[in-house]
T-cell receptor, first 114, second 117 residues
Framework: KAGVTQTPRYLIKTRGQQVTLSCSPI?????VSWYQQTPGQGLQFLFE???????NKGNFPGRFSGRQFSNSRSEMNVSTLELGDSALYLC?????????????FGQGTRLTVV | DQQVKQNSPSLSVQEGRISILNCDYT??????FLWYKKYPAEGPTFLIS?????DKNEDGRFTVFLNKSAKHLSLHIVPSQPGDSAVYFC????????????????FGQGTILTVHP
């Protein structure tokens, strides 16, 4: 069974640009969450999607957005990139939305903003 | 405001011995806890979880203990192996009336475990 797949693995962007990251969950998993990992702040929750709807949101500015498609694949978008957005962005999928179940993470997308 | 704290940035253990990783939390609404292991340039790998209605959960070499009154949990690895060397993260999920928080995990800062042969 394939795991969570994130593309691309690495990305370099310039300040002010926008970026889109993609996540394909484990087959059958319908809940997808996104996290940002930085050395200073650690792993922080961005948002969760289920049935193409955002169900929960972390404490990030509106420049961070996401969406989920009918096949459960998800994308996150960051507009007007800032140097501080340089981070490892992780996607996680869960089998069920409304139960305590473990989240399985992808390998992440390393975003560098220059 | 760090709701999940792993106060030991690093831990060094001899192969074959027990590794004990600790985690403290402040939010009394947390009802589900997980431990993850992370290697550099990879995503976190799920190890073990525990619900707040339990005080212990075992899976092979891994055991998690939860002390709700002290708001403390620990992960025991017995016996420790060199392949266990990684960063270990404690994570927690809060209950909410709307039932929308299941996917929102709050992570600690991590503890680097080094197991020496």
């Amino acid at each position: 069974k394939a795991g969570v797949t994130q593309t691309p693995r690495y990305l370099i962007k310039t300040r002010g640009q926008q970026v889109t990251l993609s996540c394909s969950p484990i087959s059958g998993h319908r809940s997808v969450s996104w996290y940002q990992q930085t050395p200073g702040q650690g792993l922080q929750f961005l948002f969760e999607y289920f049935s193409e709807t955002q169900r929960n949101k972390g404490n990030f500015p509106g420049r961070f957005s996401g969406r989920q498609f009918s096949n459960s694949r998800s994308e996150m978008n960051v507009s007007t990139l800032e140097l501080g957005d340089s981070a490892l962005y992780l996607c996680a999928s869960r089998l069920r939305f409304n139960m305590n179940t473990e989240a399985f993470f992808g390998q992440g997308t390393r975003l560098t903003v220059v | 405001d760090q709701q999940v704290k792993q106060n030991s940035p690093s831990l060094s253990v001899q192969e074959g011995r027990i590794s004990i990783l600790n985690c403290d939390y402040t939010n009394s609404m947390f009802d589900y806890f997980l431990w993850y292991k992370k290697y550099p340039a990879e995503g976190p790998t799920f190890l073990i979880s525990i619900s707040s209605i339990k005080d212990k959960n075992e899976d092979g070499r891994f055991t998690v203990f939860l002390n709700k009154s002290a708001k403390h949990l620990s992960l025991h690895i017995v016996p420790s192996q060199p392949g266990d060397s990684a960063v270990y993260f404690c994570a927690a999920k809060a209950s909410d009336a709307g039932g929308t928080s299941y996917g929102k995990l709050t992570f600690g800062q991590g503890t680097i475990l080094t197991v020496h042969p």
